[in-house]
């Protein structure tokens, strides 16, 4: 696999970033209560989590206080095995299977790869990017210019973008307080109501409303934090009308369910219906439904992602 080194400069020393949600963390309603209460928890058994990184390899972030973690961005690519020589060797993940799903876990959260031809970039969709934390951040840009990748340096040494097969765009940073040497951090949608985006992933997913720092500028990003990952509200995308996610090569993000039935019918109580009814993934454990945010994100419901992950992982 050939890259294209643009704009590459490596820095010799990086700062250090920490970051705890909890002090500016907004709590709207009862639920978003429970679930904040409830994230403390999750906060120090995913600590746990990804202080094992092996077994990590194959599990998710514990469930939020209403049975929700994050658990996947799923890309339609052109080619599987360039996608997986890039993930695993570019981006520091772990190729695993799920049975018929070809997956790259990162501690908390998976990559998930399908072939299928794109109709464009998340360049253009609602869904802009997500982004990776390197506890080694100038290990890994030496690593990166020695392999020639697309790696673009933002206006903080410590921050940019790397760009992938597909334009498959993640924001890279580095924080040397984390404890594994690479883990997922957010996705990042451009929104024309960010207050509505958070309560809306409130209500549906029991997100926590709050906020998260800059990295590539001074400030902070609106946010949504769940287990695993948090979800980055941005104003706008330039006065552009934005596309929605279903089809382009970031086609859509995921959130398992600890019982999926039971939460399709709690979703139609709250008068939100699904594209996709519950089904089984063929030659799986897994179940799926799928919806669309009110923004255009489609968003993939599973039940069992991981532990079909893991059984296919041992039975290799």
């Keep these: 696999m050939q890259y294209v080194v643009s704009g590459f400069s490596r820095t010799a020393r990086q700062p250090r970033l920490t970051y705890n949600p909890a002090p500016h963390v907004t709590i709207t309603s009862k639920e978003a209560v429970v679930s ?3 994230s403390l928890v999750v906060a120090a058994v995913t600590a746990a989590i990804v202080l094992l990184p092996q077994r990590a ?7 939020n206080g209403v049975d929700v973690t994050f658990s996947h961005v799923h890309l339609l690519v052109s080619d599987v095995d360039g996608h997986k020589k890039f993930w695993t060797e570019v981006m520091g993940g772990k190729a695993v ?3 018929p799903l070809e997956m790259i876990a990162f501690p908390g959260v998976y990559v998930i790869l399908s072939k299928q031809q794109a109709s464009g970039p998340p360049e253009g969709s609602v869904l802009n990017h997500f982004g ?3 506890k080694d951040l100038p290990e890994t840009l030496a690593k990166w210019k020695a392999l020639g990748v697309d790696a673009r340096q933002g206006g903080n040494p410590n921050q940019g973008y790397v760009w992938g097969p597909d334009g498959i765009n993640i924001e890279y940073y580095g924080d040397p307080a984390i404890p594994v040497p690479v883990k997922m951090d957010h996705t990042h ?18 997100g926590v409303p709050g906020q998260r ?5 001074p400030g902070w990003n609106e946010v949504s934090h769940f287990p695993g990952m948090t979800v980055t509200f941005a104003a706008g995308g330039g ?4 596309l929605p996610t279903r089809g382009r090569s970031l086609d859509h993000i995921g959130f398992e369910v600890k019982n999926l039935d039971a939460y399709v019918k709690k979703l139609a109580a709250l008068g939100i219906s699904v594209d996709e009814a519950p089904h089984r993934v063929p030659n799986t454990a897994i179940k799926a439904a799928f919806l669309t945010d009110p923004w255009g994100t489609r968003i993939e419901l599973t039940e ?8 296919a992982t041992r039975a290799r």
């Design 213 to 217: 720092p800059r990295v590539s500028n």
């Design 132 to 134: 990776v934390v390197y």
């Design 189 to 206: 949608s451009f929104v024309p109501d960010i207050k509505a985006c958070q309560e809306w992933y409130r209500k549906v997913f029991g």
């Design 97 to 99: 299977t799920g049975g």
């Design 304 to 311: 069992n992602l991981a532990s079909a992950a893991r059984a």
């Design 36 to 38: 904040f209460r409830s």
């Design 57 to 63: 390899a194959a599990q998710l972030a514990p469930f």
């Design 239 to 242: 006065g552009a009308t934005l």
